[in-house]
């Protein structure tokens, strides 16, 4: 079948904006903003102490997000807030970790080393846990930044960011059960927490999911 000239460069055209996105993507530490920015809006200050890059370096990274349109910012006063453009990027930030983690073997060898550091930390499967919150039987704690929790967060979930963690654990009785999330699956704070709640005597599982994983599924 012939493609006229004209039809030719309409798909040329076409293309050459989806690769934009493409090429916008092919860092690092530009999926690192975006992961972060999926939990929820943060200024470029917050989002430099989250990755341990320098504010100019965060600032060049953003305005690249910002021409593909990936992100958005408003001005609150002298701070510039950052945010997802379209809750549509969270649904294909979601698709991008789950394509990496079934083509590329070396993401599951990583997570499984994670989780090696920790041993006899149990991961609760989402159905059990959902039938387990129906009954009351079980609390949800949410370990990221109040404002995280604020901007969404698992039905149910009780808002305790780490360093409020064993003020809360002073609070509660030793046979109650705990399950504990973050920022998703890579998360090493969940592992973390979980490990350092059942020190303190309880029983305590991590959830694979985070806030967006949890809600779309």
Not at 42 to 51: C, G, I, N, P, W
Request: aromatic share 6%.
């Amino acid at each position: 079948m012939m493609h006229s000239h004209s039809e030719s460069s309409i798909k040329e055209r076409l293309y050459q904006q989806y690769s934009r996105v493409g090429k916008c993507l092919s860092s690092d530490k530009r999926l690192e903003l975006l992961d972060l920015l999926s939990n929820g809006p943060k200024s470029v200050e917050l989002l430099a102490q989250h990755t341990g890059m320098s504010v100019a370096n965060v600032s060049r990274h953003l305005q690249i997000l910002l021409d593909s349109r990936l992100v958005k910012f408003k001005k609150e006063g002298t701070y510039a807030i950052y945010s997802l453009e379209d809750p549509v990027v969270t649904e294909f930030l979601i698709v991008l970790w789950k394509l990496c983690e079934n083509r590329l073997s070396d993401i599951p060898r990583i997570k499984e080393e994670m989780l090696h550091q920790y041993e006899g930390i149990q991961t609760i499967p989402k159905e059990e846990l959902i039938k387990r919150m129906a009954k009351n039987t079980i609390v949800v704690l949410d370990i990221r930044p109040k404002d995280e929790y604020e901007a969404a967060h698992i039905k149910g979930a009780i808002s305790v960011p780490m360093e409020e963690l064993d003020a809360y654990l002073q609070t509660l009785p030793k046979q109650i059960e705990l399950a504990v999330y973050c920022r998703g699956p890579y998360c090493v704070n969940t592992t973390e927490a979980v490990e350092h709640i059942r020190k303190k005597g309880f029983t305590a599982f991590r959830i694979d999911e985070g806030v967006q994983e949890w809600n779309l599924k």
